[in-house]
């Protein structure tokens, strides 16, 4: 199982302790909790490599506006400009 898997409901977990203990009041102005209990997410040891535009060597480099131009002349989609906008923006 992906470390990934188990971290994500532990954050869950962790953002509703520590409301209950610093932001969530009772009836009477106190904290559900007094302290938060520490929980410990498991390392990333799953993360994902660098993504190769394509190329089979698998260097890493940085993905220029050229290579990245060069990618979406050769998919020739009525969306490459939208594409184009998209990778700008990081997403």
Same mark, same amino acid.
């Given at each position: ?6 971290? %994500? ?20 102005? %106190? ?57 700008? %923006?990081?997403?």
């Amino acid at each position: 199982m992906f470390h990934r898997t188990i971290n %994500m409901p532990m954050e869950v977990v962790r953002r509703i302790l520590n409301l209950a203990a610093s932001e969530w009041l009772d009836e009477s102005g %106190m904290t559900w909790l007094e302290h938060a209990p520490k929980i410990r997410l498991l390392p990333r040891n799953d993360v994902r490599g660098p993504y190769f535009l394509g190329r089979t060597d698998k260097t890493v480099q940085p993905v220029t506006s050229t290579s990245q131009r060069h990618v979406l002349v050769r998919r020739k989609h009525r969306l490459s400009e939208p594409r184009n906008l998209w990778a700008q %923006m990081g997403r």
